[in-house]
């Protein structure tokens, strides 16, 4: 499994609401797809999480901030993305 296949499911099980989006490209294979965003009906931002491989590290940014920072584990990405949100900590 994917570090990002791991974190969607487990910030989707937390949090049922949460919807998760992958970048459509227009060019598949040629575009770098790596980039996936994360919104909750309850916030109002949107958080961002990006890496070409698929597996840690990503890098975290917020459309709330411009702090991004790279996150090195899977556990650090899943509370980064809640932390952005503003959601309250579910584990």
């Known amino acids: ?10 910030l989707v099980v937390l949090y049922p609401k949460l ?7 227009l060019h598949p294979g040629a575009d770098d797809d790596g980039l996936w965003f994360f919104s ?3 916030c109002d931002c949107e958080v961002q999480l990006e890496a ?6 990503f890098l975290l940014e917020s ?10 584990t899977v556990d650090q990405a899943i ?4 932390a ?3 959601l309250p900590p579910a584990r």
């Open 1 to 10: 499994m994917r570090d990002i296949d791991q974190i969607e499911s487990t």
């Open 19 to 25: 919807k998760v989006t992958q970048l459509k490209v």
């Open 40 to 42: 909750h009906p309850d």
């Open 52 to 57: 070409p491989t698929r597996n840690c590290p």
């Open 63 to 72: 459309g709330k901030d411009d702090q991004g920072r790279v996150v090195t």
């Open 79 to 82: 509370d980064g993305v809640v």
């Open 84 to 86: 952005k949100l503003g």
